[in-house]
């Protein structure tokens, strides 16, 4: 399994951007994630979705503002950040876990992860 992360970018408060995670192989009956590392701070869960029944997870503090989905047929995996606020600043990353128990919010538990892709939200 390979995944492609993309989308990152410079986006003033308020803003938004859609991050894009292309997976190549095996998908079904996994688990994909969103997580984001500051720099000084540990890797953080964001968001998750199943790829079998599209159910979703989120840090309490994105809710409302972060919105994961997926497009089976294009194997890739988005999430649509509005709102976006300075402390949302962070290399993001996409991984797969590869397990069908959900959700999981713990990096250790996902079997590959993207290269990563920078969000900067300036104040």
């Known amino acids: 399994v390979q995944l492609q992360a993309s989308g990152g970018g410079l986006v003033q408060a308020g803003g938004f951007l859609r991050l894009s995670c292309a997976a190549s192989g095996r998908t079904f009956s996994s688990y994909m994630g969103w997580f984001r590392q500051a720099p000084g701070k540990e890797r953080e869960f964001v968001a998750g979705?199943?790829?079998?029944?599209?159910?979703?997870h989120y840090l309490d503090s994105v809710k409302g503002r972060l919105t994961i989905s997926r497009d089976n047929a294009k194997n890739t995996v988005y999430l649509q950040m509005n709102s976006l606020k300075p402390e949302d600043t962070a290399v993001y990353y996409c991984?797969?876990?590869?397990?069908?128990?959900?959700?999981?919010?713990?990096?250790?538990?996902?079997?590959?992860w993207g290269q990563g892709t920078q969000v900067t939200v300036s104040s």
């Open positions: 979705i199943s790829w079998s029944d599209g159910s979703t």
């Open positions: 991984a797969l876990a590869l397990a069908d128990d959900k959700p999981i919010t713990i990096a250790a538990m996902y079997d590959y």
